[in-house]
């Protein structure tokens, strides 16, 4: 599915946006590819990421799988897989593993682009971690391993920011 090319259309689907946030954060994510910056992608973040490397987004996902959050407090949590040998993998574990999930829109494997490769999918197929193989401090996640509220993820999930602070180190 294509993104909505205008802000009717986007209406039209009843889509809870953020345009003062997009018109804000965007062009920052496209400057910080162009300029081959460390660029980290949580949540929105990481769509953003996609979005700067060229990428569509699913606008709704409907997969009957719950991966939007319906109240602020409390998450929706399903499984991930993460593919063997990635980043991924090596920051949250091998094989499935669960995540909270506060996102509505989202990709498929075949939608990613720019040299993002998608390294963990929910049970629906929806990617739900990219990494750029060249460049270990470009990747992102569709979850928020930062939030307190999920203590025992946060923990867990505090690998991404040491490995990321790693990687731009060593860059």
């Known amino acids: 599915m294509n993104a909505p090319d205008t802000p009717d259309q986007v209406k039209a689907l009843n889509l809870l946006t953020q345009p003062a946030r997009d018109a804000y954060e965007l062009p920052l994510a496209r400057e910080a590819v162009a300029l081959d910056m460390p660029l980290p992608g949580i949540c929105q973040g990481f769509q953003a990421l996609h979005l700067a490397c060229g990428g569509q987004l699913i606008p709704d996902i409907r997969t009957g799988l719950r991966h939007r959050a319906f109240s602020e407090p409390l998450s929706a949590f399903h499984l991930i897989e993460t593919v063997a040998g990635s980043l991924v993998e090596e920051w949250v574990g091998r094989g499935f593993t669960s995540i909270n999930s506060r996102h509505h829109q989202g990709l498929t494997a075949e939608m990613a682009t720019g040299g993002l490769q998608p390294t963990a999918f929910a049970p629906d197929g929806i990617v739900e971690a990219l990494e750029d193989p060249k460049r270990p401090w470009r990747f992102g996640v569709q979850w928020r391993p930062e939030r307190p509220e999920e203590f025992t993820l ?18």
């Not at 946060?154 to 860059?171: L, N, P, Y």
């Open 154 to 171: 946060m923990q867990r999930d505090r690998r991404i920011f040491q490995m990321f602070v790693e990687a731009c180190r060593r860059r």
